[in-house]
Nanobody, 116 residues
Framework: QVQLVESGGGLVQPGGSLRLSCVGS????????MSWYRQAPGKERELVAG????????NYGDSVKGRFTISRDNAKNTVYLQMNSLKPEDTAVYYC?????????WGQGTQVTVSS
């Protein structure tokens, strides 16, 4: 049974930081590209950041470049998203995604709220 379990979300003040984690199981984690997406109320889901299976390649959405960092630890089947300098517009549900070819898995999401 494939599972992606996100954690680390919560309420943070503007300018603060959070680190999200996503643990994968039930599939060969180290052979999948991993990504973080987010969806705010009334908006489409958007790509936040992605990382290649070996961790050597990363990409970021324009709105988070320079503030967020994606990383992975294949020994722990975990992908991380370090979020710094958070803004109210970063408020959304953040989803973990695993992809290899046509094989795609999603986590259940974790809420991030940036508010004073």
């Amino acid at each position: 049974q494939v599972q992606l379990v996100e954690s680390g979300g919560g309420l943070v003040q503007p300018g603060g930081s959070l680190r999200l984690s996503c643990v994968g199981s039930g599939f060969t984690f180290g052979t999948y590209g991993m990504s973080w997406y987010r969806q705010a109320p009334g908006k489409e889901r958007e790509l936040v950041a992605g990382i290649s299976s070996g961790g050597g390649g990363t990409n970021y959405g324009d709105s988070v470049k320079g503030r967020f960092t994606i990383s992975r630890d294949n020994a722990k089947n975990t992908v991380y998203l370090q979020m710094n300098s958070l803004k109210p517009e970063d408020t959304a549900v953040y989803y973990c995604n695993a992809r290899r070819g046509f094989s795609i898995y999603w986590g259940q999401g974790t809420q991030v709220t940036v508010s004073s």
